[in-house]
């Protein structure tokens, strides 16, 4: 059994279904299977040694790992890890879903999530980066290859304050350790990162973040692009747009990491920020994580739109700091845009390089 999945913590839970207020899957199913209290007692199933049938492994796979019900648990049980170490002991039994097994080959076969068979750094407007910096900027496959506007202005903002790019990134390995499945990129990435002698490694992406942070050894420390923005703020002289933008915590970044401040600050630095109806830790997750996107497309994208009803009246723009909330919630119907894309509107004319033209 793997670490995580620990029967005491199991049986933390008092079945009291507080979870079944919050979780946003429930929220759309409906069925006990899926709020936290019914995935933990199929996690227990597993520890006793049961075959879990397709309603469970259902359950267990629908999990966007919001974290959400760990926030509000009266028992403090840390549901989200004891599906995810119930994921690995599903994988490590060789119970992976279609979408699972696709997921590892894509990955193993291209060093990326989406199969992608192009020049991972396509985006770089700027080809000269230094062998060794500081810093690194980790883009991550989305970056890399939905959103390569957002990663080109990245670095053509964050460049100047000593920061360079690995030469042959790979998948962080996050899409496979939240579906249970240990990666093997993580190895690749750690002698990149080790060969610039960087300390600092700066991403953009929630997904990254985590496990960056959480799954890499501590060699190095982690930054979101919004905490690095924030120490740097006065560096790129912004000049105020006369708007209103509202920002959607990513999971992996609010809850599971309490970066709540340093976005809400750099947007402060630029425009009016109103709220969300649920912010914060309260805010409602965009459908997109924990493998829920590829698994269970249609389920993700009704978790997208209930999201949006979360609008605050008035406000199209939904500023957040991951590009997979950025292509759920845009999928939804919604005008979200990344961190950067907002920044990069509110460079001085002078200082708009070919990578940060603003919109995307
Ligand atoms: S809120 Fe916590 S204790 Fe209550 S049912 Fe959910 S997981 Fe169990
Ligand atoms: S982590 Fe989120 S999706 Fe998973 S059980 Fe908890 S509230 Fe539901």
Known sequence: ?????????????????????????????????TSARGRLMVAGHLLDGGLPDEAALASLRSCTTCAICREICPAEVDSPRLIEGARRELSSRGLLSEAQLKLKTRIQATGNSLGEARDRLAWMTEKEVPDRAEAVYFAGCLNSYRYPQVAAKTLSIIKPLGVTVLKNERCCGSPLLRTGIAPDT?????????????????????GCYTTLKKDYPPEFEVLSLSEFLEEHISDLKLEPLDITVTYHDPCHMGRHNRIFDPPRRVIEAICNLEE???????????????????????????????????LPSNVETIVTTCPLCVKNLSDAGGKAIDLIDLVAQALP???RGSGSSPGH
């Open 186 to 206: 993580i190895d690749h990435n750690l002698e990149q990162i080790r060969a610039t002698g960087a300390e600092t490694v700066i991403t953009g992406c929630a």
């Open 276 to 310: 969300m109806k649920g912010n914060r830790e309260e805010a409602r997750c965009c459908g997109g994580g924990g493998g829920v996107r590829s698994g269970y497309p249609d389920l993700s994208l009704r978790m997208a739109r209930r999201r949006l009803e979360d």
């Open 349 to 351: 004319e002078h200082a």
């Open 1 to 33: 059994m793997t670490e995580e999945l620990d029967i005491r913590e199991i049986l933390k839970c008092v079945r009291c279904g507080t979870c079944r207020s919050v979780c946003p899957v429930f929220r759309e199913l409906g069925w006990e299977s």
